[in-house]
């Protein structure tokens, strides 16, 4: 189920998000005092290139680093193998990506 | 009843790490879509972010600021044994990421609320 | 101690690899007695036909292990007053491993995975050659000396929900031998060795749950071998190794 390069990937995709994960914890903890709204939302984030790189990278991360982890319980609780596991993984991989980019497009550029 | 083999700290610390990875790629396209709000309905996105406001769904986000910290402080602690041959205290490191990752979630939900 | 005053009540799992049941035997207690004892009284005094595996009864073999109470065992080191549940006492076959009959497993698929992780010697000498010098500190004979004590037992195998989950996968006992010789300079394969626990099934597999180094009676620590190639494998592949 885990060769190792997905072994490498998955990990290499953790290291990169763990500074991210702090910036995402602290932001949370920061921006929900008072309460949410889509304009102080979009206030901060729209037309900014640092948000948008910083949850682009995060979204790539971690589609890649959630469709690995997700094809281990799969194939180890399911039993699935071969090439159903590889089109299941590439398919959720390629589902978060794409969800994933259009939310981080959509509170920063568009 | 738990099986006896699986009653030590580093198997609960294994399926704590499992069970928060899961939940939170299943609560991802969630995640993604509300913000997609923003682009499509922005108004939807309005309401969504009141009706997030009522103390649930606070306990709720404070669930899940836990278990993405948990998975945050459990990844850290398996690395660590991995790559950096941290083979000594597994279990208090396992135990330490539960605490700091209460901790976390306890400043959301007490500034949230 | 008396007999039948004080009577274990002692649950056996019997059947073949198309299933089976527990059935009940009431064995007369005694003192120091081993759960390997009240399995050859069972097979001695009651029903000759009970199948079970042993041989050095000194844990030194590593053929008698099973599931006592729903945890793997060396039975002849486990003292029944140790694992008792009032009278009770529960010894059924190995996890994780076809069953031949009773208690006996079949090992086959185990040491199988042992060749498939190379881990077998592969020398470089010949007998006409000079003993190699290992030094007792070098930083690799110490690693290895930490993995070497296994005796083969399959404790760890059957504990592991990794195998469980995942039957290509190696498992502990394998990959803890692969550790070893990894760390073995007088081993002339090591990067077949990195190669072999690299394929699927391999350690990258290891969800490092600890039950191997939890229940190993001989206090190895599986995991961190396993922990080990790990990190060996990382660095070959990046070109540092």
Redo the contacts between chains.
């Keep these: 189920m885990l060769t190792l390069r997905l072994f490498i990937l998955q990990r290499v995709t953790a290291l990169i998000m763990a500074p991210l994960v702090v910036g995402h914890l602290a932001l949370m903890i920061y921006a929900i005092r008072g309460g949410l709204s889509t304009g102080a939302i979009l206030a901060r984030t729209q037309g900014s290139w640092p948000w948008a790189l910083f949850y682009g990278t995060f979204v790539v991360a971690v589609s890649v680093h959630a469709a690995i982890g997700l094809r281990v319980i799969v194939g180890e609780a399911l039993k699935f193998r071969g090439a159903l596991l590889d089109v299941l993984s590439l398919a959720f991989c390629a589902f978060l990506l794409i969800a994933g980019l259009r939310a981080v497009l959509s509170v920063t550029m568009l | 009843m738990m099986?006896?083999?699986?009653s030590?700290p580093?198997?609960l610390a294994?399926i704590l790490h499992?069970l928060s990875?899961?939940a939170?790629?299943i609560f991802?396209?969630a995640?993604?879509?509300v913000?997609?709000?923003?682009?499509?309905a922005?108004n939807d996105?309005?309401g969504f972010?009141h009706w997030?406001?009522k103390p649930l769904v606070k306990v709720a986000?404070f669930g899940l600021?836990f278990l993405?910290?948990v998975h945050?402080f459990g990844?850290?602690r398996?690395?660590a044994?991995?790559?950096l041959?941290w083979?000594k205290d597994?279990k208090t490191l396992a135990a330490a990421s539960v605490a700091f990752s209460f901790l976390?979630a306890a400043?959301?939900l007490l500034?949230?609320i | 101690m008396a007999f039948g005053s004080n009577t274990l009540d002692v649950s056996v799992w019997r059947g073949d690899a198309d299933g089976g049941k527990f059935e009940s035997f009431q064995v007369p207690s005694q003192e120091s007695q081993t759960i390997l004892d009240v399995v050859v009284w069972i097979q001695q005094k009651i029903d000759p036909s009970l199948a079970y595996r042993y041989a050095c009864r000194v844990g030194m073999c590593g053929s008698c292990a099973m599931s006592v109470n729903g945890q793997p065992r060396w039975t002849c080191r486990t003292h029944v007053q140790k694992v008792l549940r009032g009278r009770r006492v529960e010894i059924a076959p190995l996890r994780n491993l076809p069953v031949i009959k009773d208690l006996a497993t079949d090992m086959d698929p185990f040491f199988e995975k042992w060749v498939r992780a190379e881990g077998v010697f592969h020398p470089t000498l010949t007998r006409n050659d000079e003993i190699a010098r290992v030094s007792p500190v070098d930083q690799r004979r110490v690693e290895a000396d930490a993995a070497v004590e296994c005796i083969n037992c399959a404790i760890c195998y059957a504990s592991c929900d990794t195998v469980q989950g995942n039957p290509d996968y190696l498992g502990p006992a394998a990959l803890n031998r692969a550790w070893t010789l990894v760390n073995d300079v007088k081993d002339g394969k090591r990067s077949s060795i990195l190669e072999a626990v690299s394929q699927e099934g391999g350690c990258h597999n290891c969800h490092s749950q600890g039950s191997c180094a939890k229940f190993c009676p001989n206090e190895l620590s599986p995991i961190t071998s396993i922990a080990g190639l790990k990190r060996e494998t990382t660095k070959s592949f990046f070109g540092r190794g």
């Design positions: 099986r006896p083999h699986r030590h580093l198997w294994y499992r990875g899961l939170l790629a991802l396209p995640h993604f879509y913000l997609s709000l923003a682009l499509t922005p996105l309005d972010l997030a406001d986000e600021v993405l910290a945050f990844g850290l398996l690395m044994f991995e790559l041959a083979s597994q976390i400043s959301f500034r949230a």
